[in-house]
């Protein structure tokens, strides 16, 4: 993932496709088979997808959050041999369960690594940005290949492998007759797009969009039941707190500083960790560019700085070297710094873009334990470091 992608994951995207329209699908989902032979996961906290069930299928419908021409896209997931069913002129057909996926983001591979399913991947966009040493043993063994060109897909390679499906990122101008060459070559191409979810429970739930295709709904059920419930656990601790530190987040670059809106996910865990925001009532779901001279005089007074540079080498003392009025921020004084970059391999790959997508209350507990120490007093930090002299 590159550093522009990382500074700008709290934007949203564009998801179009066409399908049903919305009153059909109700009708649809409203006729799903509650006794069919396929374990059921139900969608909670989510919003981008869903998924209804049927007595032979499964119906995954990703849906455009901004809304647009197509309300949705949709996947019709299938045993081997069973007939594709009428209804549905649109949708793509996936056989199930999956046995070989080409991803185009390091994001996925996290999913995978909560299902423990890591063996099924046989493609990555990019092999530089990926942090899990199981997977990095793949691809160094040759069970992994590139499948990106040019931030894009390498359909001749794509075509040459033949994965039994291509789990892409949806993009604010992205449209499926990209993908036409693969769709005529028999390969389904899937729009993932959990990074747009405005609450870590809601990005983590998509989880579930993968154990649908591994027929894993029966694991994840367990596994992100007991997540959820951790989750609203550490969030209930905050509310004891007597008082919320006020934080400051990201870094100012050439054009803005760019600041999570206050419904985007990393406001949200704010939030929960019990700490004050001053953005945090903006409506944005994705970034809010501001200048710096709007940023300095809350800056001066908070509490915390999180999310702090890019390289997992910064210092208190580099981060002052890139602007000196950094200097005068309260946090910086104190050394209260604190970036999630304490899990990057030497290719410079970060797990918090990996697996933290799927361990939300792993990261919760992370910011509680830097805004109340005294709640969490037992926890070693994951995700994030305090940045050095």
Not at 114 to 133: C, I, K, M, N, R
């Amino acid at each position: 993932m590159s550093k522009i992608l990382c500074l700008l994951i709290f934007t949203g995207l564009l998801i179009q496709g066409c399908g049903p329209s919305g009153h059909e699908q109700k009708e649809q989902t409203a006729t799903a088979d509650s006794t069919n032979r396929f374990v059921q996961t139900e969608i909670h906290h989510a919003r981008g997808f869903n998924i209804a069930y049927f007595k032979d299928f499964k119906l995954v419908s990703i849906i455009n959050p901004f809304g647009g021409k197509g309300d949705t896209l949709q996947y019709i997931l299938q045993k081997n041999g069973a007939a594709m069913p009428t209804g549905y002129p649109h949708a793509q057909r996936i056989e199930i369960p999956v046995k070989s996926l080409a991803a185009m983001s390091s994001m996925h591979v996290g999913l995978l690594g909560f299902l423990d399913a890591e063996h099924v991947l046989t493609g990555l966009g990019s092999l530089q940005y990926v942090y899990s040493p199981k997977v990095i043993g793949m691809i160094k063994a040759g069970k992994i290949v590139e499948v990106g060109r040019d931030q894009g897909l390498n359909d001749e390679k794509v075509i040459e492998m033949r994965p039994d499906l291509v789990m892409t990122i949806g993009n604010p101008g992205g449209k499926m007759d990209h993908y036409r060459v693969l769709k005529e070559a028999g390969i389904p191409v899937l729009i993932n797009s959990e990074w747009v979810e405005q609450t870590p429970l809601a990005r983590a739930e998509w989880v579930k969009l993968m154990a649908a295709l591994l027929d894993k709904e029966a694991l994840v059920n367990e596994k992100f039941t007991q997540i959820e419930t951790e989750y609203e656990r550490l969030s209930a601790l905050t509310q004891k707190a007597a008082k919320k530190p006020t934080v400051l987040s990201g870094l100012n670059t050439k054009d803005a500083w760019f600041l999570p809106g206050g419904n985007s996910y990393m406001a949200r865990f704010f939030k929960d960790a019990g700490a004050y925001y001053h953005w945090g009532a903006t409506p944005e779901t994705g970034s809010l560019p501001l200048s710096f001279e709007a940023v300095y005089p809350l800056a001066l007074a908070a509490d915390y700085w999180l999310n702090v540079g890019f390289d997992n080498r910064d210092t208190r003392k580099s981060i002052i070297a890139q602007d000196a009025r950094y200097a005068d921020f309260k946090a910086v004084r104190t050394g209260m710094l604190y970036s999630y970059n304490r899990l990057v391999n030497e290719q410079g790959s970060n797990d918090f873009f990996e697996s933290g997508s799927v361990n939300p209350h792993t990261v919760l507990a992370d910011m509680i334990r830097i805004f109340h120490p005294e709640l969490l007093p037992d926890h070693q930090l994951v995700y994030y470091k305090q940045l050095p002299e």
